[in-house]
Every structure is written in C-alpha cells, then in structure tokens.
C-alpha cells in the first residue's frame, strides 16, 4: 500500500525545497507616508475614529494604525503597519490591503482584550495577493518587540456577517463575537464580507479569558458572497479557522499547527470547502471538528457543509487527536478526504449525528484512512453506517519523519469521485483522494505558505 502514498517532503522540513524566510528581511519597506518630511498627508484617509501614526518598532518603519474605519481605507502594496490595538471596519466601510503588505499585531497592546482586526456586518475587507508572490501577512510583532513569535501574540482576524444561524431553531438567530460588543448573523447566506485571496495569518488566537479565545480567523455569519482562496492559518493558539453559521466558501484552504482543531465550525454552517490541507504537529486536537450547535443538537438548519478533496495529517503529535470529529447534529458531505496517521480517523459522536449517518444526511465516502490507530469510532452506537465500500482503510507500518501532502489515485487503490458531480459545480472535476493532483499544479508552494517549521514552502 506503502507505494501508493507519495510522501512530499514539503509541510515540514523539506530540506532541498524549503527556503528560509525572515520576517525582519531588508527589503525596501515603502514609505507609509508618500509625501514625507513635511508633508500634511492625512494618514486616517478620513476616519475620524482611526489613529495613525508612522512609528518605528524594533528598527522597522511601520504605521501604527488603532481605532474604528468607518470609510474606506488602504494598506497600500508592500506597506508595513502596526495593529496597536484593535482596529474595526465599520458597518459601510472598506478596508483594502494591497499585495504583499505586512500587518504586525502588538503582542503587548494595553488593556484587556489582544490586539485584533474585526471587520463588522455591512463592511468589506479586500485583501488579495493575487499571486504567492504578492501574500499579505498578519503576523505577531513580537520579533520586532523583542522574542520569539509564539501562538497567542496577538488576537487574529474577525470577520461578521449576516448569514443566518441556529442558535434559534428555525434560522433567524444572532450572537455576539466573542471578546468583543459585535454581532453577528441574520437571514442572507449569500451576504458579501469582500474577498481573502492569498493571505496568511500568524500567531493568533490570544486568550480573552478563561473561557473565550479567539481564532486565527473566524467568520461569524459569513455569506457565500465572500471570497476565500489560498489562505493559511499558521500556529493559532485556539482553532485556526472556524466557521459560525453562514455560507461561506473556500478553496485552497492550509491550517497548520493550531493548538486546538484546525478547522472547526458549529450553528448552522451550510459552506463549501475544496481544497484543504490541516496539519496537526507539535500541538492540536481534531483535523476537523464538526458541530451542529451544541446549545440545540436538532436545532435547523442544520450544519450542513459540502467537502471534497482534503488532506488530514497528524505528524509527530504523541495524542494524534481525530481526522475528523462528527458530533451534535451535523450533517453533511465529505468526499475525497485523505486522513493520515490520526490517533483516531472518524469519530461521529451523539444520537442525532449517528442517526443521519444512518439515514445518509452525514455522508463519509470515497475516502482512504491511512495509520495504525481506529480508523472508524462510532463510540457506543450501533447506529454508525459509514459505507466502507467506498473508504479504503489501511493500516502501514510507516514512520513518518516529515509531514507530507498524500495523493491516491482509484488506480492506487482509492475510489474517488468526481466532486463536481457528486456535489455541485462550486467543485471542481477531480480524479483523487486528498487535496494534491498527481498529475497537476502543486497549489500550496510557490512561497506563500509555511511549513510546521516555520519555513517558507517554495
């Protein structure tokens, strides 16, 4: 079976491939204030609630940026700023950063509450690289403050919409951000938050108290009006990425070390997902963790996402934790999903989720689960119906010394399909099992993403 699995050196250390990259590079840093010495530039651009500054932190030109957007503002191409404080896009507004634009979250920001970047319902946020070579990152500023960066530095990115959720049964309910006074969710899955399109986020997910911590991002409500393609999550202290009712979609998806799951959602998500990779290493829990609502297990709509094509891998974490992670009354659809070397490879917990895995609502096919711990966990309920038919499980005697992207094609043993077909046309055509085409673009290198190491994946 061994010969059927292509291990790429490329999520870790990745020896030949992996260039180092350096933060505190000395690339010119475009000046944050375009008329210099004594010009009367307004650096707010008309935000009267908005402070900014030019600042120099740790020997870097930075703009220090805090306070309320509530026009449009813009993080010009390559720009360097500081996120002093929380910073909100309000209701209204947009917020457009430029490529290859760095922001850096203060890790020492005063009060209670980290440093984080929340973009409201009715605003926008434009954040597009367009190419691996244009990435915007938001990263901890703990580098040029003194230290190493670590997960927790800073808050991360919210973004709040008004899709719909239930946490009233029914559809129709609301909530409030965590941390923070913002609402979140309505009646329009299709709602627009704007467009994340090559960006990775660092270092997030500081604790607020004991009881709530923030995410690497965390889409509360989000529409399928919003855009998210190539984005990585790296080393968030609670979940990388988690999805709060809403619609939203994503494609080319990396969620890389954080200490809890990498990807999690709950109260009604009904999104699209192709394309993903979640790498549990040094720390972590689940790949997937997968909710209903937890306050109302049969509460509808019910979670209900569409996933095909993604990558589930445990390297080098002794707990292992679960591939995937199926409990208080999701449903949904997860085909072409690659799980490797998990503790456990799908664990569906509860009556309510069990049952629709019975009754197909919760579908697990045309999969491969590869290790040696329990491929399936059903735990103490016979109700559980996964078709193996369609799952291949093998179990190899392998060492993994670097964590990899796997691809399995139906002439390795695997039975793919077509996710287009099977789903709908969000997807694209595939022939394989996992996020990586045998035979096509190798989407996640190109220097835009880290690896569990922390180097840049070329």
Not at 127 to 153: H, M, Q, Y
């Amino acid at each position: 079976m061994q010969k059927f699995l292509r291990l790429f050196a490329y999520l870790i250390f990745g020896a030949v491939f992996l260039v180092a990259c350096d933060d505190d590079d000395d690339n010119d840093n475009p000046s944050p204030n375009p008329g210099g010495g004594g010009s009367t530039v307004d650096l707010s651009q008309g935000n009267a609630g908005l402070t900014v500054a030019n600042q120099t932190v740790g020997g870097v030109d930075l703009v220090s940026i805090e306070g309320e957007i509530t026009g449009n503002f813009t993080i010009a191409a390559g720009a360097k700023y500081w996120l002093n404080n929380s910073v909100f896009v309000k209701d209204g507004a947009t917020l457009t950063i430029g490529a290859g634009a760095t922001i850096y979250g203060n890790p020492e920001a005063s009060g209670s509450v980290p440093a984080f970047l929340a973009v409201e319902q009715g605003a926008k946020i434009n954040a597009d690289g367009g190419n691996a070579g244009g990435v915007i990152t938001l990263t901890s500023g703990r580098t040029l403050v003194g230290g190493t960066p670590e997960s927790g530095d800073w808050g991360g990115l919210i973004i709040a919409g008004r899709g719909i959720l239930n946490t009233t049964n029914g559809g129709g309910g609301s909530g409030i951000v965590e941390g923070t006074n913002l609402p979140y969710g309505g009646t329009d899955n299709a709602d627009n938050s704007g467009t994340l399109r090559y960006v990775r986020v660092e270092y997030a997910g500081a604790s607020i108290t004991a009881e709530e911590d923030m995410n690497g991002i965390a889409f509360y409500g989000v529409g399928s009006g919003t855009t998210v393609e190539y984005v990585q999550v790296y080393k968030g202290a609670d979940d990388g990425v988690e999805f709060y009712g809403g619609a939203v979609n994503a494609k080319y998806l990396v969620i890389t070390d954080a200490k809890d799951d990498q990807i999690d959602y709950t109260q009604g998500w009904q999104g699209k997902l192709q394309y993903a990779i979640a790498v549990t290493s040094s720390q972590g829990d689940n790949g997937f963790e997968c909710d209903n609502f937890d306050g109302g297990v049969s509460n509808e709509p019910f979670s209900q996402p569409k996933v095909s094509n993604v990558t589930v891998v445990n390297y080098n974490n002794a707990a292992g934790g679960r591939g995937l992670r199926l409990r208080n009354g999701t449903k949904g659809n997860f085909h072409n999903v690659l799980v490797v070397d998990h503790k456990t490879g799908v664990q569906v917990n509860g009556d309510v989720s069990q049952s629709f895995d019975a009754s197909g609502e919760l579908v697990f096919a045309n999969s491969v689960i590869v290790g040696t711990g329990t491929k399936i966990d059903a735990g103490d309920n016979s109700k559980i119906a996964i078709d193996t038919t369609n799952v291949t499980l093998e179990t190899l005697p392998i060492s993994i010394s670097n964590d990899f992207v796997g691809v399995m094609k139906s002439a390795d043993g695997a039975k793919p399909v077509n996710a287009k077909t099977a789903l709908d046309t969000f997807f694209d055509a595939t022939d394989y099992v996992g996020a990586a085409d045998p035979s096509g673009a190798t989407w996640w290198t190109g220097g835009w993403i880290r690896s569990a190491a922390g180097d840049m994946i070329q």
